[in-house]
């Protein structure tokens, strides 16, 4: 079974509107993390932000925030006011804290945002 | 934070040659991945590394090889590459910090093999 499902393949947002990424995940480890990478088309993975299981507030990272909903095993990513610059892929992960291979990560199939003038 | 290098950014290469991928990083970090991307699609896990003489084979099967002699290289090799080879190669280490371990990349390398 996926992990980590992101369902949108493609998204296209308005320059200095808000978008939601989609995330949810599967996982029976009470202790995991939740990571957003960008990839623009240069092609390298840049660290947006992150959720822990146990944190009791979604996280945010400048423009962007995280909105974690446990229960239903979501974890979107929310961009406020995009910019032309957001265009990319961007890819929902997550580590899970226990097992043989700690500290690997499994990665959805990404998002490609499109930013429009 | 890590600083990941990757050499060679890019690589245009005939079938049957033999090449390595270069990553290195000098924070000292264990944990170290490589992962193997098709355009616009996925990341796969093809290698893992948690330290020196410990390297173990990821989710998706490779012909690539691996080695740790060193905690800082984690060198990927391809005996005798071939155009099924072809995709960008990103290579991974994982920062402890108040994130718990948290994975940065360095700018992967482009292959291509004719």
């Known amino acids: 079974a996926q992990k980590i499902t992101q369902t949108q393949p493609g998204m296209f947002v308005q320059e200095k509107e808000a978008v939601t990424l989609d995330c949810t995940y599967d996982t029976s480890d009470p202790s995991y993390g939740l990571f957003w990478y960008k990839q623009p088309s240069s092609g390298e993975m840049i660290f947006l932000i992150y959720?822990?299981?146990?944190?009791?507030q979604n996280a945010t990272e400048g423009r962007y925030s995280l909105n974690f909903q446990k229960a239903r095993k979501s974890a979107n990513l929310v961009i406020s006011a995009s910019q032309l610059g957001d265009s990319a892929m961007y890819f929902c992960a997550m580590r899970e804290n226990r097992g043989s291979t700690l500290g690997r990560l499994y990665f959805g199939r990404g998002t490609q945002l499109t930013v429009w003038p | 934070e890590a600083d990941i290098y990757q050499t060679p950014r890019y690589l245009v290469i005939g079938t049957g040659k033999k090449i390595t991928l270069e990553c290195s990083q000098t924070?000292?970090?264990?944990?170290m991945y490589w992962y193997q991307q098709d355009p616009g699609m996925e990341l796969h896990l093809i290698h893992y590394s948690y330290g020196v003489n410990s390297t173990e084979k990821g989710d998706l099967s490779s012909e690539s090889t691996v080695s740790r002699i060193r905690t800082e290289h984690f060198p990927l090799t391809l005996e005798s590459a071939r155009p099924s080879h072809t995709s960008q190669y990103l290579c991974a280490s994982n920062f402890l910090g108040a994130r718990g371990d948290t994975q940065y990349f360095g700018p992967g390398t482009r292959l291509t093999v004719l």
């Open positions: 959720q822990g299981s146990y944190d009791q």
């Open positions: 924070m000292g970090h264990d944990k």
